[in-house]
């Protein structure tokens, strides 16, 4: 099991920053255009259209900013048989659209739990092999005052851009 923990900061419409304390500094951005990963030990940032990348990371930006359900899930149910991380929250099951495998014919489903103040504490994403990615959310804080340069990723001097597919980053790696 990697655990990984930092501060995520969103923003309407799609707007994302995910800054990871552990086990190593980083940067997961989306702000609203292009999905940003910046390592600073690595002096690297990688970005690519919003629209094209595959992160888990990306749609969460939407899920926690007004988008409904119904733009991802073909179909949203609860999920009686998972048992929640917490007592009285709620876990749903979504089946994801064009998620489905061509070769096996299976889907892939998303499981949300979400507390009793209907706020978004935990998805899980079923991987191959018995895998699974797990985030988890707390303490969170409605409508603070965010400067939305927060949002915008300015590359500190030195720092190498390269644009095409997101490095395996934090929270993706197998």
């Known amino acids: ?31 609203g255009k292009f999905v940003w990963f910046y390592a600073p030990d ?5 970005r690519m259209p919003a629209k094209k990348s595959d992160d888990w990371r990306t749609p969460i930006a939407f899920l926690t900013t007004g988008m409904k359900l119904a733009r991802i899930c073909s179909i949203v149910g609860p999920a009686p048989d998972v048992k929640p991380s917490k007592p009285g929250n709620e876990v749903y099951r979504c089946v994801l659209r064009g998620g489905e495998d061509e ?7 998303v499981l949300f739990e979400i507390s009793p103040q209907s706020e978004l504490a ?8 018995g895998m699974q990615i797990e985030f988890e959310f707390k303490d969170w804080e409605w409508n603070p005052a965010l ?15 390269v644009n095409g597919l997101l490095p395996e980053a934090p929270g993706m790696r197998q």
Do not use: C
């Open 1 to 31: 099991m990697r655990v990984e923990a930092g501060k995520a900061y969103f923003l309407r419409p799609g707007k994302m920053r995910w800054e990871y304390e552990k086990p190593e500094r980083s940067l997961f951005l989306v702000d």
């Open 147 to 161: 400067a939305k340069t927060l949002f915008q990723f300015d590359p500190p001097p030195g720092t190498v851009i």
């Open 103 to 109: 070769k096996s014919g299976a889907t892939q489903k």
């Open 42 to 46: 690595d002096h690297t940032a990688t």
């Open 122 to 129: 935990r998805i899980v994403i079923p991987q191959e092999a």
